[in-house]
């Protein structure tokens, strides 16, 4: 069949973060099933997007620990409900839930599959991403310069496209684990695979894109994150279900959602996620392509289903963003409830006896109930806001420091608080954790050569 005369192809996601919920890949296979029986020639595709800008080096370190993970701890929940039935309905899953350790990964759905009972699937590792080695530094150096001097380097990570996921699936692949690829890629992937897309092809690859860019963020773009009950109300958002997008040959795709389930797709629903991250919606920049969504034409074609048309393709830039996460010292938290009459009064004074007694950190003080969520990090809010008479008040007091010792101190503070004073304070809670900062910059792409192997087999590119 020619590609012009294909049946759209249909992609669910079933998860928009790490530590989303898991129950919702059943629906949304459900979902695909049944509409590819009502179909002849439609195929699916299942993706879970489960990375962020830190997740990665939360993974590193967690491989750091055990060579064994590094991958998404909730793989197995997320997958081994619906392995079985995927594979035997033909829909292909694709991911990034590789995070730090794709080969992992892999590896532990095999084992998956063979505990079971099923044949092992032919699953493929995209390789490319991780640009932590030594070989980098130099190119990473040449971008950051002294920023990268004493730096601890946790996780260096290029975004990375389609274009290997595309070829794994060419290859054969009935599962394909990444790691940081971009989260719309997961979609053009499948996409150009499908299609028969070229990868210069930059109005096909750009739609695909705002697909993949509608779908990343899972029940978001369902109503989840647009629910504001009395002004923007969403129906039943307890069982809010997750996108799927019916991508054409041109690109175009309808965005509906997993059934029956709770939520929304309306024009609102799409409107709100398509600019959502958007720095420029003439110039979206993505690995595999620079999209176009000033013309953009967003049809509402009855319940739940949204079309969208109109997006436009330009060449992908000549470089990739990477993200480079080094250890950053430590941050301690600590919270500690006060109610009542002059409740606010206490938890303010509160705040200044830590500053007195811990004067070489600097505090992150806020007010939950009264002053915090436009606060600073200077404290230049709360102190132009005049005290009020909130009742009910958690003081949340943080500080990073380098030394471990120092910023242990905080929590041993705000736990003294309870007989120190001021009086009526309760509920104490303390933390202490390794710390990640965070520098961007960009690199070559021709620096950053992407490949993909299946499980046990060699490379290829």
């Not at 939950?368 to 909130?390: E, H, K, M, N, Y």
Request: glycine share 10%.
């Amino acid at each position: 069949m020619t590609p012009d005369l294909k049946p759209p192809l249909l992609i669910g996601c079933a998860a928009g973060f790490s530590g989303d919920r898991v129950d919702a890949a059943v629906l949304v296979v459900d979902s695909l099933i049944a509409r590819c029986a009502a179909l002849p020639g439609q195929r699916a595709f299942l993706i879970f997007e489960t990375l962020a800008e830190r997740t990665l080096a939360l993974a590193q370190l967690r491989r750091r620990a055990n060579p064994a993970l590094g991958y998404e701890p909730l793989l197995d929940d997320m997958l081994r409900p619906v392995l079985a039935r995927c594979l035997q309905h033909g829909i292909r899953i694709v991911s990034n839930f590789g995070a730090a350790n794709p080969l992992a990964a892999a590896r532990h759905i095999q084992r998956m599959a063979h505990e079971l009972g099923l044949p092992a699937p032919r699953t493929a590792v995209v390789e490319g991403d991780d640009v932590s080695g030594t070989a980098h530094r130099p190119l990473l150096r040449a971008q950051l310069g002294e920023a990268m001097d004493g730096l601890q380097v946790v996780s260096a990570n290029a975004y990375i496209g389609a274009q290997s996921i595309a070829a794994a699936l060419d290859a054969g692949a009935q599962i394909v684990v990444a790691g940081r690829v971009a989260d719309p890629s997961l979609a053009v992937g499948p996409a150009m695979s499908h299609f028969g897309w070229a990868a210069d092809d930059w109005d096909r690859i750009a739609r695909a894109t705002m697909a993949g860019h509608l779908l990343e963020c899972g029940a978001q773009v369902c109503g989840g994150y647009f629910a504001d009950p009395g002004f923007k109300d969403v129906p039943d958002l307890h069982a809010v279900g997750y996108p799927i997008a019916e991508i054409n040959a041109d690109g175009h795709c309808v965005i509906s959602k997993s059934e029956p389930t709770g939520g929304l797709v309306s024009l609102a629903t799409v409107k709100e996620q398509l600019l959502y991250e958007v720095h420029d919606p003439a110039a979206y920049l993505t690995p595999d392509v620079v999209a176009d969504i000033t013309q953009v034409h967003l049809e509402q074609l009855g319940s739940n289903r949204v079309a969208v048309t109109g997006v436009r393709g330009h060449p992908r830039p000549a470089t990739l963003k990477v993200n480079v996460c080094s250890e950053g010292g430590w941050l301690a938290e600590g919270e500690i409830s006060y109610a009542g009459p002059r409740a606010e009064g206490r938890a303010r004074q509160a705040a200044e006896v830590l500053r007195q007694r811990l004067p070489q950190l600097a505090l992150r003080v806020d007010l939950i109930g009264a002053v915090s969520l436009f606060g600073d990090d200077g404290g230049r809010l709360l102190q132009a806001t005049p005290a009020g008479d909130a009742r009910d008040v958690r003081l949340r007091v943080a500080a990073a420091h380098a030394e471990k010792a120092q910023a242990e101190r905080l929590g041993r503070e705000v736990m003294a608080l309870y007989t120190c004073g001021p009086a009526g304070g309760g509920g104490v809670r303390t933390a202490l954790t390794p710390r990640l900062s965070t520098v961007s910059c960009l690199i070559a792409r021709k620096a950053v050569p992407t490949q993909f192997k299946m499980v046990d087999e060699e490379a290829q590119p």
